[in-house]
């Protein structure tokens, strides 16, 4: 599976981002998928997850109620709407991606099995 992340750029407080995942392969709806982001010096943080079926969905306390995970399984795409940016969004955003069907704490990045390239949000102050 490869994952190709986009949609990341430079907004202003306040402003609004949408990224997306667009993933290879055949079985994307039984993918679970997660969004983390990094900072240089910092751990690769959890931001948000969706089962498979997009069915259940998982947000760290620091984005809930301003970011929105969604997953499209007819394009094989996962999506991390975002809006009210603050500046400490400001980070390089990686989508992941996990296969099978065991239920996992989504919000740990090794249990994801594919990782894109990162796509920078910039938000300025």
């Known amino acids: 599976v490869q994952l190709q992340a986009s949609g990341g750029g430079l907004v202003q407080a306040g402003g609004s981002l949408r990224l997306s995942c667009a993933a290879s392969?055949?079985?994307?709806?039984?993918?679970?998928m997660g969004w983390f982001r990094q900072t240089p010096g910092k751990d690769r943080e959890f931001v948000a997850a969706?089962?498979?079926?997009?069915?259940?969905?998982y947000y760290s306390d620091s984005v809930k109620g301003r970011f929105t995970i969604s997953k499209d399984n007819a394009q094989n795409t996962v999506y991390l709407q975002m809006n009210s940016l603050k500046p400490e969004d400001t980070a390089l955003y990686y989508c992941?991606?996990?296969?099978?069907?065991?239920?996992?704490?989504?919000?740990?990045?090794?249990?994801?099995?594919?990782w894109g390239r990162g796509t920078q949000v910039t938000v300025s102050s």
């Open positions: 992941a991606a996990r296969r099978g069907i065991a239920i996992v704490d989504l919000q740990l990045h090794h249990v994801y099995h594919y």
């Open positions: 392969g055949p079985t994307f709806s039984s993918y679970a």
């Open positions: 969706i089962r498979g079926s997009g069915r259940n969905t």
